[in-house]
């Protein structure tokens, strides 16, 4: 169904019983750890490793809550390798735009 995100880790985090704080949680993910990550080619042109660390440690844990496991790991890698990691950002930015579309979707079969 989904490529990156998991309904089930998703339901298993914030419940089923909650519908409004899911769409809640998930609008917290998209409008900051999401938002955050999509900034990171800004820091890459500025060398700021640090700010390209903080933010990948950051979002980390909520990538966990949506089952997005495969880029949780990509942003571990980054991490660990960061003046090295350009090219795992590419292929993190084409994972979030995925993600983005997953996330909306998903909070589209959210009953209301």
Known sequence: MYQFISESSIYQYFGEDDPDMIREMIQIILDTNIHDLQELPLFYQENDFLTI?????????????????????L???????????QALNEKLQAQLVSIKQELGDFLETVSK
């Open 53 to 73: 660390k903080k933010r990948c440690h950051k979002a980390k844990p909520s990538m966990s809550y949506i089952g997005a496991v495969k880029t949780r790991k």
């Open 75 to 85: 942003l571990e890698e980054i991490e660990e390798n960061l003046e090295s990691s």
